[in-house]
């Protein structure tokens, strides 16, 4: 495995936008889906957001529809996850991953189905 890594994170006040960043030094990073999870204390890792290797397709989950936007850059290796309206839930540890397998067209949302996973960033909101 090749670890990603998190940053971007911080303390921020409901309302703010913050973006944060997932840097791969796999040179391979580009030709595979990549996805956004988080974990909030006491709780399971959830799904937040995943993105086709291509960019041109992505997915969310429900509670970040419309706050939360995933976007790539393959030329630098890197991942976003641009977020908006934050609210005192979205406290966690936000981690980027990527899909086990090249290529895929369909994105996964079970953390099983991801890998190279990094040590993440803290994200606090408060109210």
């Known amino acids: 495995q090749v670890p990603l890594v998190e940053s971007g994170g911080g303390l921020m006040q409901a309302g703010d936008s913050l973006r944060l960043s997932c840097a791969s030094s796999?040179?391979?990073?580009?030709?595979?889906?990549m996805g956004w999870f988080r974990q909030a204390p006491g709780k399971e890792r959830e799904f937040v957001a995943a993105i086709t290797w291509t960019g041109d397709s992505t997915y969310y989950a429900d509670s970040m529809k419309g706050r939360f936007t995933i976007s790539r850059d393959n030329a630098n290796n890197t991942l976003y996850l641009q977020m908006s309206s934050l609210k005192p839930e979205d406290t966690a540890v936000y981690y980027c991953a990527r899909d086990r397998y090249p290529g895929r067209s369909t994105l996964q949302s079970h953390s099983t189905e991801y890998t190279d996973w990094g040590q993440g960033t803290q994200v606090t909101v408060s109210s």
């Open positions: 796999r040179r391979t990073t580009s030709a595979y889906s």
